[in-house]
């Protein structure tokens, strides 16, 4: 049993940065590949970014590529996403999810995943 607790949402206008973390407990944080997806109320989850458990490699939406960055810290427990030059289509809740290193899943794909965090919201003002 892994729980994700998500933290660092907000409220911040356009152009802006926020750094989303989300902290791990339960088993070895480093067996997991970690990801972040968002939701806004009536469309699906969507896939944002992920980095494989070593932190040796990330991926990204093309949505975001360029303005998001993901980054973990194992020996903390922790999964961090920097979003950066923020636009109001970014509001949503973000979620983290951690997915077994040993899985043969996609990172995109949130069916993969074994474990999912609460949520926490962006908002972003025009």
């Known amino acids: 049993q892994v729980r994700l607790a998500e933290s660092g949402g907000g409220l911040v206008q356009a152009g802006g940065s926020l750094r989303l973390s989300c902290a791990a407990s339960g088993r070895t944080f480093s067996s997991y590949d970690m990801g972040w997806f968002r939701q806004v109320p009536g469309k699906e989850r969507e896939f944002v970014a992920a980095?494989?458990?070593?932190?040796?490699?990330?991926y990204y939406a093309d949505s975001v590529k360029g303005r998001f960055a993901i980054s973990r810290d194992n020996a903390k427990n922790t999964v961090h996403l920097l979003l950066n030059s923020l636009k109001s289509e970014d509001t949503a809740v973000y979620y983290c999810?951690?997915?077994?290193?040993?899985?043969?899943?996609?990172?995109?794909?949130?069916?993969?995943?074994?474990?999912w965090g609460q949520g926490t919201q962006v908002t972003v003002s025009s």
């Open positions: 980095i494989s458990w070593s932190g040796g490699s990330t």
């Open positions: 999810a951690a997915m077994s290193k040993y899985s043969s899943g996609r990172y995109s794909r949130l069916g993969d995943y074994d474990y």
